[in-house]
């Protein structure tokens, strides 16, 4: 079973439009969970840390956590074509290894 | 705003021959890690690194692998035999605290092309 999964995308969505990222993990007593940009070629940079149940706002982003259904989500609105990366989701899980596990990523296009 | 630097950017080499991948982490940071990303796959964890000691490392870091901290600044990975499989990106990172409570800061990264 894949320890945290992302569909890869591409996601393609219009300027100015909602992008709905989501990513699913194994580990049930997972505590802490992390949205990261890339942009092609470059390394990950650190976008929401989320811990709890519930929504995480900050500016355009809203991360979203349900530890019952095991997901996690990324809401980017007014999306712009800036924002076209692959977004990486990561858990720090409670089993095992403590160190960071990323997914594979999902390729977000923002349409101009 | 401090950053986490890596060289050599790019460094081809030889399968067999020995690579030594370095990094500068942000100075007040307590905790490094090399993480690796083969293109287009996802990041891979190599190695944690706390108090000059591993602190946990997966699957893919064996014998060949080894981390040092010379002195004060430096980090670096050591791969002791190249093989073609380990052609990818190496990243370091370094976070204040353990990653489960702060946030890693990623270097630009080395890209490693063994032939």
């Known amino acids: 079973q894949k320890e945290v999964e992302q569909n890869s995308g591409p996601l393609s969505v219009p300027e100015g439009a909602i992008a709905s990222l989501n990513c699913t993990y194994s580990d049930r007593g997972s505590q802490s969970f992390f949205w990261y940009r890339q942009y092609s070629g470059k390394s990950p940079e650190l976008i929401m840390s989320i811990y709890s149940n519930g929504d995480k706002e900050d500016g355009r982003f809203t991360a979203q956590l349900n530890k019952a259904s095991q997901y996690v989500s990324l809401l980017i609105r007014d999306s712009q074509p800036s924002d076209s990366a692959t977004y990486l989701c990561a858990v720090v899980m409670d089993t095992g290894r403590r160190a960071l596990t990323f997914g594979s990523g999902t390729r977000l296009q923002v349409q101009p | 705003e401090p950053e986490v630097t890596q060289t050599p950017s790019h460094q081809v080499t030889q399968m067999g021959q020995e690579v030594i991948l370095r990094c500068v982490p942000i100075s007040n940071h307590l905790y490094f890690y090399w993480y690796r990303q083969i293109l287009g796959q996802k990041v891979e964890f190599l190695v944690s690194f706390y108090n000059n000691e591993i602190s946990e490392k997966s699957e893919i870091f064996d014998d060949q692998f080894s981390v040092e901290r010379p002195d004060g600044s430096n980090f670096t990975l050591k791969i002791r035999s190249t093989k073609l499989e380990d052609s990818a990106m190496y990243f370091c990172?370094?976070?204040?605290?353990?990653?489960?409570?702060?946030?890693?800061?990623f270097g630009e990264g080395s890209r490693l092309t063994v032939l």
């Open positions: 990172a370094s976070s204040e605290v353990r990653s489960n409570t702060g946030e890693l800061f």
